[in-house]
T-cell receptor
């Protein structure tokens, strides 16, 4: 039982490049989330999904896209990376919002 | 004003001391979560509370719904407790957690 797996752990992007952050969970959780964590700030919700085929915007969705074609996977796409997207990204999942499992994070630097 | 406020922002203690971290919130909630984040590491869920008190080992979490306040206590603190402790609330009717900024705890030997 791997829990929530995020890849890659670290990435450096140049301004204007694109990339996909991968998130997979093997617990059959319906709810999945993408957060970003900036220094000195609380985690901010980027996008979330309540089940396969359903996604919705969080607080800070601009510059990002997601898809949820399966229960297990919830990739986050960055188009045209900007320095403001330098952050640590966390994926999380929950069966019913009564408990959350977080991935180990992806540290992204845009230069 | 943030919907979830934690205090203190930073806390340094000596090994063995009793630690208290506070969380106040200004919105209606269905549950409150305490999370732990070690340096460079991922985030681990410690407690979920909707009322009363929970205990796990040396960690105790309490919540007072009327006062909109929760505390996380660590008894007999140890250097391995050094981490950032994050309070998050589940707003009733919302799919989203709202997070505090975290309390950075350092326990010196």
């Amino acid at each position: 039982n791997a829990g929530v797996t995020q890849t890659p752990k670290f990435r450096i992007l140049k301004i204007g490049q694109s990339m996909t952050l991968q998130c997979a969970q093997d617990m059959n959780h319906n709810y999945m989330y993408w957060y970003r964590q900036d220094p000195g700030m609380g985690l901010k919700l980027i996008y979330y999904s309540v089940g396969a085929g359903i996604t919705d915007k969080g607080e800070v969705p601009n510059g990002y896209n997601v898809s949820r074609s399966t229960t297990e996977d919830f990739p986050l796409r960055l188009e045209l990376a900007a320095p403001s997207q330098t952050s640590v990204y966390f994926c999380a999942s929950s069966p019913d919002r009564n408990g959350y499992t977080f991935g180990s994070g992806t540290r992204l630097t845009v230069v | 004003k943030n919907e979830v406020e934690q205090s203190p922002q930073n806390l340094t203690a000596q090994e063995g001391e009793f630690i208290t971290i506070n969380c106040s919130y200004s919105v209606g909630i269905s549950a409150l979560h305490w999370l732990q984040q070690h340096p460079g590491g991922g985030i681990v869920s410690l407690f979920m509370l909707s009322s009363g008190k929970k205990k796990h080992g040396r960690l105790i979490a309490t919540i007072n719904i009327q006062e909109k306040h929760s505390s996380l206590h660590i008894t007999a603190s140890h250097p391995r407790d050094s981490a950032v402790y994050i309070c998050a609330v589940d707003k009733g009717g919302s799919e989203k957690l709202v997070f505090g900024k975290g309390t950075k705890l350092t326990v010196n030997p």
